[in-house]
């Protein structure tokens, strides 16, 4: 590329060269780039003289065109963009192969940065409301005092509280909160409710 700029300054140096190209415009004449070839812009009948036509503007009105001083160095510059392109979709082909492969451990690994996630909400949640963890003996009986239903709580207002007590004595299997609380409603077994 570097090459390809000195040959272009180069032959805007030149007077001549510069006058065929400003028979057609106005604008003082510049290098393009035109589908990663330099180029420049011309007349048809400059075009055909000074190098391959790479395009036509839009009306046609003139060319663009690559300076045969340039031609070589545009071959290569693309033939080495090519092999870029080549070489970036092995890479592409071998990671989406290597992602395929490990499609389970992947699976895994965001089930489990799911669940940590959740731990984390649950407990920034527990923190916002000064809540804690109830213990939960190995017998499944659960005893909280003055337990608030976090829902109500995040509403605002007064939420009265409550003791809760479960027993395996009597198989309680349901709990049913009523009163100022009646929001809270389960029909699962108290140790899976705070599981």
């Not at 690994?109 to 809540?131: Q, S």
Request: glycine share 8%; charged share 25%.
């Amino acid at each position: 590329m570097e090459q390809t700029d000195a040959i272009m300054e180069r032959l805007f140096s030149n007077k001549k060269y510069v006058s065929q190209l400003s028979g057609f415009s106005r604008r003082k004449p510049e290098p393009y780039e035109l589908d990663g070839r330099t180029v420049v812009a011309a007349s048809k009948e400059v075009a055909k003289k000074i190098g391959i036509i790479r395009g036509h503007s839009t009306a046609e009105s003139f060319c663009f065109v690559e300076p045969t001083e340039v031609v070589s160095l545009g071959n290569e510059l693309q033939s080495i963009r090519d092999e870029i392109t080549s070489v970036g979709n092995q890479i592409l082909d071998h990671l989406s192969a290597t992602i395929v492969k490990s499609a389970a451990s992947i699976n895994r690994g965001l089930d489990a940065v799911a669940r940590l996630d959740t731990i984390f909400a649950r407990a920034a949640f527990g923190y916002t409301l000064n809540g804690f963890i109830p213990h939960i003996g190995d017998n499944g009986i659960i005893d909280v005092k003055d337990f608030v239903h976090p829902v109500l709580a995040t509403k605002g207002g007064r939420v009265v509280p409550i003791d809760l007590k479960t027993s395996d004595e009597n198989g309680e299997r349901t709990l049913i909160i009523s009163g100022p609380n009646g929001e809270f409603y389960t029909t699962r077994t108290a140790r899976n409710t705070c599981e």
